[in-house]
């Protein structure tokens, strides 16, 4: 079993649409759960992260966490042109080195 | 220069060539990872260095060989390297290493083919 599945999409919505990202992992010590987005010809950027179960929210963005599940989502609201890139999910995997363990990635693109 | 710089941003070599990858961090971090992104899988982490000194080698083939001479630059030197080595190689950086949460600041990649 691998220990972050993430369906890597690709993923076509029109504007304004709702947007539902998700992963599934498979360690329950994880604490701290994150998302980047990567441009195309960029390296990815942190766009969120939270701190156990429950919701944030960061303007049109929202992150989830179900702990139980073991199952994390993003919602974007009002989905943009530019929102169109890929979302990874990450885990720090370990406190001595700063490990992040990342999804494989969900290619996402908002079609105006 | 802002954030996290990569020479050169794209590379093609033969197997037999030797050559080497540049990351600079202008952010004043203390640690520094290098990655490797190939198409259809997860970022995989290669190697950290926390204050100059390598704190993880997650099983890289010694083909691969990192180099922190301080803690603004890092290196990855490429000998005999295979076909399947063909990917985005991502350097990164963040404050310190041996936190749990820990935000990495990512340079734009070295997208490296051999032929």
């Known amino acids: 079993q691998k220990e972050v599945e993430q369906d890597p999409g690709p993923l076509s919505v029109p504007e304004g649409a709702i947007v539902s990202l998700n992963c599934t992992y498979s360690?329950?010590?994880?604490?701290?759960f994150m998302w980047y987005r990567q441009y195309s010809r960029k390296g990815p950027e942190l766009l969120m992260y939270?701190?156990?179960?429950g919701n944030k929210e960061d303007g049109r963005f929202t992150a989830q966490v179900d702990k139980s599940s073991k199952y994390i989502s993003l919602f974007i609201r009002d989905s943009q042109p530019s929102d169109s890139a890929t979302y990874l999910c990450?885990?720090?995997?370990?406190?001595?080195?700063?490990?992040?363990?990342f999804g494989q990635g969900t290619t996402l693109q908002v079609k105006p | 220069e802002t954030g996290v710089t990569q020479t050169p941003r794209h590379l093609v070599m033969g197997m037999t060539n030797k050559k080497s990858l540049k990351c600079e961090q202008h952010?004043?971090?203390?640690?520094m990872y290098w990655y490797k992104q190939s198409a259809k899988k997860p970022l995989e982490l290669m190697f950290v260095?926390?204050?100059?000194?390598?704190?993880e080698n997650n099983s890289v083939p010694s083909r691969f060989s990192p180099e922190c001479p301080n803690s603004s630059h890092l290196f990855l030197h490429l000998h005999t390297l295979q076909p399947e080595d063909s990917a985005l190689y991502l350097c990164?950086?963040?404050?310190?290493?041996?936190?749990?949460?820990?935000?990495?600041?990512f340079g734009p990649g070295t997208r490296l083919t051999v032929l």
């Open positions: 990164a950086s963040s404050q310190v290493a041996g936190t749990l949460y820990n935000e990495q600041f």
């Open positions: 360690n329950s010590a994880f604490q701290y």
């Open positions: 939270t701190y156990s179960s």
């Open positions: 990450a885990f720090p995997g370990s406190s001595n080195t700063g490990k992040l363990i």
């Open positions: 952010l004043g971090h203390n640690a």
């Open positions: 260095y926390s204050l100059e000194e390598r704190v």
